[in-house]
């Protein structure tokens, strides 16, 4: 484990993908603006060539541009994260301080969760290379719209988000958390509200705004009275803390602030109120990323404060002290999230609250994690293993589907609006391999196998089941640890999720196309790569999951 | 060479299927009408190449198994492969006398359906959902691998989920939807109990042959897992399997799926995949638990017997063909379940053979009602009159089919309920009234339907309103093969039940041996 105190040319080789986020940004806001402009020197003639403003050059005026530059940035810094993954180990790991202080640590753990940021918003990224957010304009408009100057800001927004996220990943301090976190958080909140010219896009962005203001305001406040019981927010001094001395009242009152604003961001029951909201008046693909990047980073943040700082032999049992509460979040959560989604008509808010109930199955397995040393005492590392890895791989997996489902809907979008059901409807006659991709994102979500949805889902409840049986030896149901009936839940609320995800591939194969939208859709070939690499990947590692499994397990290891 | 049938027969059909379906997925409506033809006979010559697969492994031209003296716990043509090592699944795959005859009753419907079917509208996407289905209703029959299984099980829902949804009837969306969701549900809890069992073993693993044998070792001396997990692992298991079987009070999406589906999916559902509950509770929870099977034995015989009573009452009452037809499912169905809990070789046996004889028996009802349906475009029996006049080949088959299903001598479902009365007699004693009375019923209904189908209206007969005064057709030359050539298997096995049932026989005598239950 090496230490790097100064920022140095080896920072940069160890924070590659993050200056290559970085670069990208700032060529994104230079490249655009490149021209003939001169600079006068003031009191004479002298003009002198700056390159900057006046008319752009034809090279770098093309509308497409930023896109291409983000798309390339993503891309670029997702290569770079995975060689990391492919080459690391678990017990690898560099620590970056400034002045005595740990900064970031880039290790396995911090890095897959950068994959699943880059991933999705790379995704995102090549998806809105077609179309902007240009609410309900006819496609014959978008080349009017490239020109606008929106397009740079949209994307400069994706790459701060993706900055915003690679800090949370690899923050060593919860200062430094908070702060990624606020920069991601920001760069969603226009990103939700740049569809400005629909009331939708404005009263969600405003409402996600409101309410996730208020949470962080929450979290920010459970972090000062961190601060005040241990006179630090370095995740080590925290965890040490809290080993000496326990929980506290106001370590738990800190703790479940900070958590307030961490189950925001995975819209977990009951804070997931803006999140319909969000979801349907953001355009699709940034629908896409809050229900993917941006839940996986609140989730990340969970994991750290709960596996990290409060370490699970506070209780006499060993379990760790937030088991109940987590529990019942969960339990809450996934069901609240299933029975509203039954009940929702416009495909988006379904999917909102399709990603609330998985938020649920993600609590649950978290939950199991604060049972870790219950009957398995002399185990404990390996049975936390099983099931963070199981929750890094529905992470990683999610993108895929939640994702590629929202493009789907993205689609539809460009044509004119995705709002209600019916806009699915006859998906099938006309264009029936986006059905067949938007049927398969379905059967993933609800879990039927083979699709990687399933493979998920089966490893976290595995993963809760194995901590719940402990030793292995039980003489009855009732004496397994109660994490088992959150499985139990997690399987009920699976068939019943089985409802609305079917209904979907019922009204886009047997309804009858609404009126105006019978032949095949807009053209949009970015898009359509984005949802056909989404395919595959549901396909594939419902198939052949072996390897990202192992990859989760080793990031998994890391985090010990 | 050493060739995996087994594993070819389950990946063949399905990466066909997939083929097939994307190579005319872009093309525009008339375009893919042209291909319905070379693609039904792309599937017709897969599903026939799969069938003499089948046959000739039972003849013994490929491998060389005595299929009459595999033991309990045996398999044949087992192959095993690494899937996902992480999680120590594999793809393994083998055939004992429980899972063979299912095998080889696949490949035989198959094609069968395939020429009944013949004119299916659609076809170039129908005849590949065929091939999947069918793939897949193998792959849950030769798996030997808990995962493996599950994903074949919830497989099999996908194409009938479209099957019946792109061909079925009016009520098809909320038909195909109830179906797919009782399954999915039933099947989830399933899979929860199989998760907890993996990790309550000593040895983890999904194989299920090694899980058997670990099993069977601590339930010698003991009780596996101990009587009250056992217990509760047996019922999350029983349900997902009594759902699919279907057993009263879990069979109400049977009727509505059945009258929706198209006559292909029918005969599929009916033939193959009911059997799959039936085959999942002997080869997981029976082979698994048989100290909770012993527990529950009269609670399996009581829903066992209210299926029976009750899906024949209600086919009393029914006007609409199909669903009569479906009730009687549900009842024979019931068979099965009392069956295994009369626990005895016999019982089992008959329950085996009775899943292998309403096999076939079944699929030629719901070709009787496909081309009622299709020619006379109606599914009511009181639509149809003087069959015998106008239709002679429907109302032939319609009356083998009919009395072969309420049990007439010589023909294959009379073997099976026979054995079972006998077995039953020897369990329950007196209650045999229950079964016997509802033979009674079975004839009523079967005998009143067919009067007023075939019979009634004799010469004053007008053809039936739903026609609209065209003339009144008979059935088409590939209905009539599909036809014959099931009721030439249901007198084959009638006569000569012996060809499987002596595979059976070993299979039910070795495992309750194995398991230490009943007279054996």
Not at chain 1, 482 to 502: E, Q, R, T
Not at chain 2, 182 to 206: C, E, K, N
Not at chain 2, 476 to 485: C, F, G, P, R
Request: one cysteine or more.
């Amino acid at each position: 484990m090496s230490t790097e105190n100064d920022f140095d040319m080896d920072m940069i080789e160890t924070l590659g993908p993050e200056f290559t986020v970085f670069v990208g940004l700032l060529l994104i806001m230079v490249v655009p603006n490149l021209g003939n402009g001169t600079f006068r020197i003031p009191g004479t003639p002298i003009r002198l060539p700056w390159f900057l403003g006046g008319t752009r050059f034809k090279a770098v005026a093309s509308p497409r541009l930023p896109g291409l530059l983000a798309v390339l940035t993503m891309a670029l810094a997702l290569f770079q994260v995975v060689w990391y993954l492919l080459d690391a180990t678990p017990a690898d790991g560099q620590d970056i301080m400034a002045g005595g202080v740990f900064i970031f640590k880039v290790n396995m753990f911090s890095r897959i969760f950068e994959a699943i940021f880059f991933a999705a918003l790379l995704l995102a990224a090549i998806a809105s290379l077609d179309r902007l957010p240009i609410g309900s304009q006819k496609s014959d408009d978008i080349d009017v719209l490239f020109n606008n100057r929106r397009q740079a800001d949209f994307y400069i927004l994706m790459l701060t988000s993706a900055l915003g996220m690679s800090v949370v990943a690899l923050a060593q301090d919860m200062f430094v958390l908070f702060v990624g976190l606020e920069l991601a958080s920001f760069s969603t909140y226009i990103l939700v509200a740049f569809h400005k010219e629909s009331r939708a896009g404005s009263e969600g962005g405003a409402k996600y705004f409101i309410v996730g203001s208020v949470a962080s305001a929450v979290g920010l406040y459970g972090l000062s009275m961190l601060y005040l019981w241990a006179g630090s927010l370095q995740f080590h001094e925290l965890a040490a803390h809290w080993e000496a001395q326990g929980a506290t009242s106001l370590s738990m009152m800190a703790l479940g602030f900070v958590l307030v604003g961490f189950a925001f961001k995975i819209s977990a029951a009951p804070f997931h109120f803006a999140a319909p909201d969000a979801y349907s008046g953001a355009n699709s693909p940034v629908a896409g990323v809050l229900a993917t990047a941006s839940k996986a980073m609140g989730m990340l943040g969970l994991m750290r404060v709960l596996l990290i700082i409060t370490v699970p032999e506070a209780t006499a049992d060993g379990s760790a002290i937030w088991i109940g509460l987590l529990g019942i979040l969960a339990a809450v959560t996934m069901t609240w999230g299933n029975i509203a989604a039954l009940g929702s008509e416009n495909p988006k808010r379904m999917l909102a609250y399709s990603s609330v109930a998985h938020a649920g199955y993600m609590l649950a397995a978290l939950t199991a994690i604060g049972a870790w040393n219950w009957g398995l005492v002399d185990n404990a590392g390996v049975a936390m293993d099983v099931v963070v890895a199981a929750l890094l791989f529905h992470m990683f997996v999610l993108v895929f589907f939640k994702l590629g489902a929202f493009l789907v809907l993205g689609v539809l979008e460009m044509e004119g609006g995705a709002s209600r059901l019916s806009s699915l409807a006859g998906l099938g006659k006309r264009e029936p391999l986006l059905a067949v991709a938007m049927f398969l994102f379905m059967i993933s979500l609800a879990g039927v196998p083979p699709m990687a949805g399933f493979l998920s889902k089966l490893l976290v409840i595995m993963g809760i089941v194995e901590v719940a049986t402990g030793t292995g030896s039980l003489s009855s149901i009732g004496d397994a640890h109660w994490v088992w009936w959150l499985a139990l839940l997690m399987v009920i609320n699976s068939a019943i999720s089985m409802f609305y995800y079917l209904r979907i591939g019922v009204v886009m194969y047997f309804h009858e196309p609404e009126e105006g939208r019978k032949g095949p859709l807009a053209s949009g070939a970015s898009i359509r790569i984005a949802i056909a690499l989404c395919a595959i990947g549901t396909v594939a590692f419902g198939l052949v999951g072996g390897e990202l499994i192992d990859l989760c397990r080793d990031a998994a290891e890391s985090l010990r | 060479m050493n060739v995996d049938y087994l594993s070819m027969m389950v990946i063949l059909p399905i990466l066909a299927s997939i083929f097939l379906l994307i190579l005319t997925s872009r093309l525009n409506p008339a375009a893919r009408a042209k291909f319905d033809a070379p693609v039904r006979m792309a599937a017709f010559i897969i599903s026939l190449a799969m069938f003499a697969v089948a046959t000739l492994m039972f003849l013994g031209q490929i491998g060389d198994v005595g299929w009459n003296d595999i033991a309990f716990n045996t398999f044949e043509f087992q192959e095993s492969y690494v899937w996902i090592e992480q999680l120590g699944i594999t793809w393994t795959v083998g055939v004992d006398g429980l899972s063979f005859p299912m095998v080889w009753l696949t490949t035989l419907l198959m094609p069968i359906t395939i020429i009944a079917t013949w004119n299916e509208k659609a076809g170039a996407t129908y005849f590949p959902l065929m091939l999947m289905l069918g793939g897949a209703l193998i792959g849950v029959f030769v798996a030997l691998d808990m995962f493996m299984f599950y994903v074949f099980w919830e497989l099999t829902l996908i194409p009938m989920f479209f099957m019946i949804l792109k061909w079925g009837g009016k009520d098809r969306k909320y038909a195909a939807q109830k179906f797919f969701i009782y399954t999915f549900t039933a099947s989830v809890i399933m899979l929860l109990g199989l998760l907890t069992m993996y990790f309550l073993m000593d040895t983890q693993t999904f194989n299920m042959q090694e899980m058997v044998v670990q099993a069977s070792g601590a339930n010698a001396s003991g009780v596996w897992l101990g009587l009250e997990v056992q217990k509760v692992l047996f019922i999350m298991l029983m349900l997902g399997f009594l759902v699919k079987l279907p057993a009263a009070p879990f069979h109400t999406w049977l009727p509505d799926a059945h009258v929706q589906a198209p006559t292909g999916g029918s005969m599929m559902l009916a033939g193959v995949m009911l059997k799959m509950g039936a085959y999942g509770m002997f080869r997981l929870p029976i082979s698994l638990f048989p100290h909770a099977l012993e527990e529950f034995q009269f609670i399996i015989m009581m829903i066992g017997l209210v299926s029976l009573v009750w899906g024949a009452i209600v086919c009393l009452g029914q006007t609409n063909l199909k669903k009569m037809v479906a009730y009687s499912s549900v009842s024979h169905m019931g068979v099965i379940l009392l069956g295994i809990a009369s626990m005895q070789p016999l019982g089992w046996a008959a329950a085996l053979f009775m899943m292998f004889a309403h096999g076939i028996i079944s699929p030629m009802l719901f070709a009787v009602c496909g081309a009622f349906k299709h020619h006379y475009h109606s599914m009511e029996i009181g639509a149809m009159r003087g069959m015998a006049k106008h239709s002679p080949w429907l109302a032939t088959s319609m009356m083998f089919g009919w009395m072969a299903s309420l049990g007439l001598p010589l023909l294959a479902g009379f073997v099976a309920e026979l054995m079972l009365m006998v077995a039953y007699w020897y369990a329950y004693g007196w209650w045999i009234i229950f079964p016997g009375l509802v033979l009674a019923i079975t004839a009523a209904y079967y005998l009143w339907s067919m009067q007023r189908t075939i019979f009634e209206g004799g010469e004053a007969t007008q053809p039936p309103e739903s026609l609209h005064g065209e003339p009144v057709p008979d059935i088409d030359n590939s209905e009539k093969i599909a036809m014959l050539l099931l009721a030439a298997f249901t007198i084959l096995f009638g006569i000569m039940p012996w060809i499987f049932l002596d595979m059976m026989d070993m299979w039910t005598r070795s495992a309750m041996a194995f398991l230490g239950l009943g007279g054996a």
